[in-house]
């Protein structure tokens, strides 16, 4: 149910899996993919998540980071405010592993609710406890339901939580 017509990217995104891994999760939604397009994907924009990303439905794809080293649409540092313009821009905000590595969590976390526009949704791929060495913070899902809520004028929907292993 994600719209991801007008996508933020906080931090540029590298995809970090290989063809089958690809190909099960599309299979997985319904949809299958040949290898040619599987490779397709992970290789354009030298194995960034935009080509994932359009296949989703992006139609616009903004990333923001506060260095221009990968190459990021917006450089903005999100220990800051965002700047004018940004507010509700977004139909979908995707951190895939960013605001760990802010040390102004809570403003880092707002600038990215601000991003979202009504009916949009906010899609956060964050460690949680014991992955130590990594990052500032590792985050409870308790944060999770208890900032995106109603009163922050949010509805969750799902909050997934699963074990890595090496």
């Known amino acids: ?5 007008h996508t933020a990217m ?3 995104q590298s995809l970090q899996l290989g063809r089958r891994d690809l190909k099960t999760s599309f299979a997985s939604f319904g949809e299958a993919i040949d290898d040619s397009l599987a490779d ?3 290789i354009e924009n030298s194995g960034y998540a935009e080509p994932l990303i359009k296949r989703l439905g992006a139609n616009i794809i903004h990333s923001f980071d506060r260095s221009d ?7 903005h540092d999100m220990n800051n405010p ?3 313009g940004l507010q509700e821009r977004y139909t979908a905000v995707f951190d895939g592993g960013s605001l760990e590595h802010v040390f102004n ?4 976390l707002r600038n990215c609710m601000e991003m979202v526009n009504i009916g949009g949704h906010y899609v956060g791929i964050t460690p949680a406890n014991n992955f130590m060495g990594h990052g500032f913070y590792q985050f409870s899902p308790e944060l999770y339901f208890s900032v995106f809520t109603r009163e922050n004028g949010f509805e969750l929907i799902r909050l997934l939580a699963f074990e890595d292993s090496p």
């Open 82 to 84: 965002l700047p004018v």
């Open 1 to 5: 149910g994600v719209r991801f017509t």
């Open 10 to 12: 906080i931090g540029r």
């Open 69 to 75: 080293y990968e190459g990021a649409t917006h450089l």
């Open 105 to 108: 969590f809570p403003v880092a």
């Open 40 to 42: 397709a994907v992970l």
